[in-house]
């Protein structure tokens, strides 16, 4: 271990961490905020647990930047990790059980002797704990018990993937405390997701964790899901005069999985019709040679999906092309026409058990009135509630913030950047 809560306070206080902290948060503006926010949970570690040696573990938010609703079907995705996370203040017990208390909500307890799926309570902070240490123990792994205090400022229910945050937190605590901090971060993102799909009982791809794990604004193709081809693309948003916007337009994602999970579903019955698992392994002009066929067999909504899907391959290949080539304008057409697609073929704007509340929707049309050519929108992440995202002009940042938050709410709009790290310890 280290140092004790009371050492890393007082460290905090005087500064030896500063340059830590503009590493990995990047903007200079919310430094002192994060230096008192470290501060401000080891104190509540304390008042927990005592003053012990500790370790303090962080895990990103994320960004997709293109690739909506492609990862599940073996697709291709661009995303960023962001510079709002989970971070946990950790000590080492011997007793094989967890007790964490995560900031907000009542301290739980997980048993490491019973890691069994059937056992595990859907729905709940402790089936995540279950399924990523589950899953790093059948790999061999060694995994054990620990105290922790946590807190997040990745938005719950707002597109950014506050699950995947902790899926990744727990993995890197597992990690640090018991194997030396030599998981690899691909591992990691696997093993997150099948505590999420396996014992917390949401089915999701895995490009949620996988950009919170790795880290930086990363290409990932999941042709071969079980070992996934991950670039990193170096890209600068501020040299180009843009700044990365999440608006959470405050719709909750409570009561939308059935909405979800109907996404990858009906792109799967497309993929059986032609004896395939997925649509990644689908022959496009067989597709649309059997189009009216398909159309009877499993319906229009599942077709439309079906060729937002092998669209959206292409235009994540554009994408990494145009960052890579400095062509932004032509990465900014692209990302429009992504949102475009979603909301016409892949219809996951709003929720059409609920059609009185479409707050995503209502967040693109001011965007586009507010934007005015100088930047382009599109829903962000799994849709029908929460967040959009929006590539703007540094010019007329100000602006969009008002207007979005005029509408949403102070504090709606979060003008972002890339986190160039992924899953880690801090200290």
Known sequence: MGKTVQELKKEFQIGVYTDKLKKIYVDEKVLDYQKEHYIKVLENFEQLYGDKEVEIYSAPGRSEVGGNHTDHQYGKVLATSINLDAI????????????????????????????????????????????????????????????????????????????????????????????????????????????????????????????????????????????????????????????????????????????????????????????????????????????????????????????????????????VQALESGNFEAFKETVKESGDSSFKYLQNVYSNHDIHNQSVSIGLAISEIALKGKGVSRVHGGGFAGTIQAFV???????????????????ACHILKVRPYGGMKVL
């Open 88 to 319: 946990a203040v950790v000590a080492p017990n011997r007793e094989d059980k967890i007790y964490l208390k995560s900031e907000g909500y009542d301290k739980i307890e997980v048993d490491l002797n019973s890691l069994s799926a059937y056992l595990a309570k859907e729905g709940t902070s402790e089936s995540l704990i279950q399924g990523v240490a589950a899953k790093l123990s059948e790999k061999g792994y060694k995994v054990g018990g620990f105290e922790a205090y946590v807190t997040s400022d990745v938005l719950n229910g707002a597109g950014m993937s506050s699950s995947a945050a902790f899926e990744v937190l727990i993995g890197n605590i597992f990690s640090g405390l018991y194997n030396d901090m030599k998981l690899d971060p691909v591992f990691l993102a696997q093993a997150g997701q099948y505590a999420e799909n396996v014992f917390f009982g949401k089915p999701c791809g895995l490009m949620d964790q996988m950009a919170s794990s790795v880290g930086g604004l990363i290409f990932i193709d999941f042709k071969n899901p079980e070992v996934p081809v991950v670039k990193q693309v170096p890209v600068d948003f501020e040299a180009y005069g843009h700044s990365l916007c999440i608006v959470d337009t405050k719709g909750s994602h409570a009561d939308l999985t059935p909405d979800y999970a109907a996404i990858p579903e009906e792109m799967k019955k497309i993929a059986k019709y032609f004896g395939k698992e997925v649509l990644r392994e689908v022959d496009e002009q067989e597709f649309y040679k059997k189009l009216p066929e398909i159309r009877k067999a499993e319906g229009d909504r599942a077709v439309l999906r079906a060729i937002h899907l092998f669209e959206e391959n292409k235009r994540v290949d554009k994408e």
């Open 393 to 411: 002009s540094d010019e007329i940042v100000d602006t969009y913030k008002e207007a979005t938050e005029h509408v949403f709410g102070e504090g």
